[in-house]
T-cell receptor, first 113, second 117 residues
Framework: RKEVEQDPGPFNVPEGATVAFNCTYS??????FFWYRQDCRKEPKLLMS???SGNEDGRFTAQLNRASQYISLLIRDSKLSDSATYLC??????????????FGKGTKLSVKP | GAGVSQSPRYKVAKRGQDVALRCDPI?????LFWYQQALGQGPEFLTY????????KSGLPSDRFFAERPEGSVSTLKIQRTQQEDSAVYLC???????????????FGPGTRLLVL
């Protein structure tokens, strides 16, 4: 079983739609959680960190449920420029390199006019 | 300011050839990570440096893979006797913190696309 699992999509939505991505992780010792965005043939870029209390950044809302080991990302009022692959990422936070990130396969979003 | 840079951006190698991939992290960044991203997959951790010390190489897939960061800045990932399954994008990331994680951002370079024929 993969440590971080996501629905690969693709999610094809019209402009203005609300879309939600879900992610589960297997290691209950995971300490930090993130959503990264990766455009085609580009490097991953941090979209937002995810906290147990939930956090919002403009049209983006991220939620973490530690009991269910579940992370979500909600995008409201989708824009064409939101088209990308969204990577769910966790950090275990122990061991020789506390910082190495564990990525899901990514969920592809395509926003259509 | 300058971000993480990697070279070459593209590399085509014949099976059995040795390759060297370079990463220039953001100046002053303590932590440096290498990841491998196969087509259609998320990046997977290869190895981690704190300054010049390689603290974790648990993700290196075989002893054909070797990484170094001798002066604590530029890093080189070397792959010996390349195989077709080595074809992937190799991403380098740096962070100003010693732990490199636990909530802190890692800054990724554009990657080197390696194709082994």
């Amino acid at each position: 079983r993969k440590e971080v699992e996501q629905d690969p999509g693709p999610f094809n939505v019209p402009e203005g739609a609300t879309v939600a991505f879900n992610c589960t992780y297997s290691n209950s010792a995971s300490q930090s959680f993130f959503w990264y965005r990766q455009d085609c043939r580009k490097e991953p870029k941090l979209l937002m960190s995810v906290y147990s209390s939930g956090n919002e950044d403009g049209r983006f809302t991220a939620q973490l449920n530690r009991a269910s080991q579940y992370i979500s990302l909600l995008i409201r009022d989708s824009k064409l420029s939101d088209s990308a692959t969204y990577l769910c990422v966790v950090n275990i936070g122990y061991g020789g390199s506390q910082g190495n990130l564990i990525f899901g396969k990514g969920t592809k979003l395509s926003v259509k006019p | 300011g300058a971000g993480v840079s990697q070279s070459p951006r593209y590399k085509v190698a014949k099976r059995g050839q040795d390759v060297a991939l370079r990463c220039d992290p953001i100046s002053g960044h303590v932590s440096l990570f290498w990841y491998q991203q196969a087509l259609g997959q998320g990046p997977e951790f290869l190895t981690y440096f704190q300054n010049e010390a390689q603290l974790d190489k648990s993700g290196l897939p075989s002893d054909r893979f070797f990484a170094e960061r001798p002066e604590g800045s530029v890093s080189t990932l070397k792959i010996q006797r390349t195989q077709q399954e080595d074809s992937a994008v190799y991403l380098c990331a740096s962070s100003p913190w010693t732990s490199g994680g636990l909530g802190e951002t890692q800054y990724f370079g554009p990657g080197t696309r390696l194709l082994v024929l």
